[in-house]
């Protein structure tokens, strides 16, 4: 099946820790984001890709880093340095066939800290 | 990109159509409208785009007044499994702005 996988579904983190999110997509698309859902709000943007070995900061990209060094790959580290990382986190990529941001998402990863 | 306002929620019965307004009044003329829904807890789900006509597809209809400043998202027969957050975005560049939508509820 084609599609967007991220995992796991559910992460805990401690105070002071990173954790890394993944995402990994077979639809070849070359183009992927990361947004960030807080309770009854929309999605912001933290990070988007358009291209293997290039990335760039969207509107939350404090706190965050991400890495492109597959096409099929765009993991999400939350760092120490984001202070309030409880949050939904959902990965997308975009299909270029289908107008200009005809987006597929991933099911999710739902941060918790304790 | 050109600002969306929807309303924060919307009922419709079973079966019957779910009309969905969206006012973009400050949209440029390369600024295409998507549409997108996200069920509780699930990754949002592309629904439909279009930039001037209207266009149908498996999902919906998607109505685009002449002047560009409204459109109406159209599930013409309402179940239950789409109750979820609609969201109307408009956009010319590399990412979505998605606002907080419109929550339908489909009633029984």
């Known amino acids: 099946d084609g599609g967007i996988t991220q995992s796991p579904k559910y992460l805990f983190r401690k105070e002071g820790q990173n954790v890394t999110l993944s995402c990994e997509q077979n639809?070849?698309?070359?183009?992927m984001y990361w947004y960030r859902q807080d309770p009854g709000q929309g999605l912001r943007l933290i990070y988007y890709?358009?291209?293997?070995?290039?990335?760039q900061k969207g509107d939350i990209a404090e706190g965050y880093s991400v890495s492109r060094e597959k096409k099929e790959s765009f993991p999400l580290t939350v760092t120490s340095a984001q202070k309030n990382p409880t949050a939904f986190y959902l990965c997308?990529?975009?299909?270029?066939?289908?107008?200009?941001?005809?987006?597929?998402f991933g099911p999710g990863t739902r941060l918790l800290v304790l | 990109d050109a600002k969306t306002t929807q309303p924060t929620s919307m009922d419709c019965a079973e079966g019957r159509a779910a009309n969905l307004p969206c006012n973009h009044s400050?949209?440029?003329?390369?600024?295409?409208v998507y549409w997108y829904r996200q069920i509780h807890s699930q990754g949002p789900q592309y629904i439909i785009h279009?930039?001037?006509n209207n266009e149908t597809n498996e999902m919906a209809s998607l109505i685009i007044t002449e002047d560009r400043k409204s459109s109406t998202l159209i599930l013409p027969h309402a179940t239950l499994r789409d109750t979820a957050v609609y969201y109307c975005?408009?956009?010319?560049?590399?990412?979505?702005?998605f606002g907080k939508g419109t929550s339908l509820l489909v009633t029984p």
């Open positions: 975005i408009v956009n010319s560049g590399y990412a979505l702005n």
């Open positions: 400050t949209i440029s003329g390369n600024e295409y």
């Open positions: 890709s358009q291209i293997v070995n290039d990335f």
């Open positions: 279009g930039l001037k």
């Open positions: 639809l070849n698309h070359d183009a």
């Open positions: 997308a990529s975009r299909d270029p066939g289908r107008g200009q941001e005809t987006q597929y």
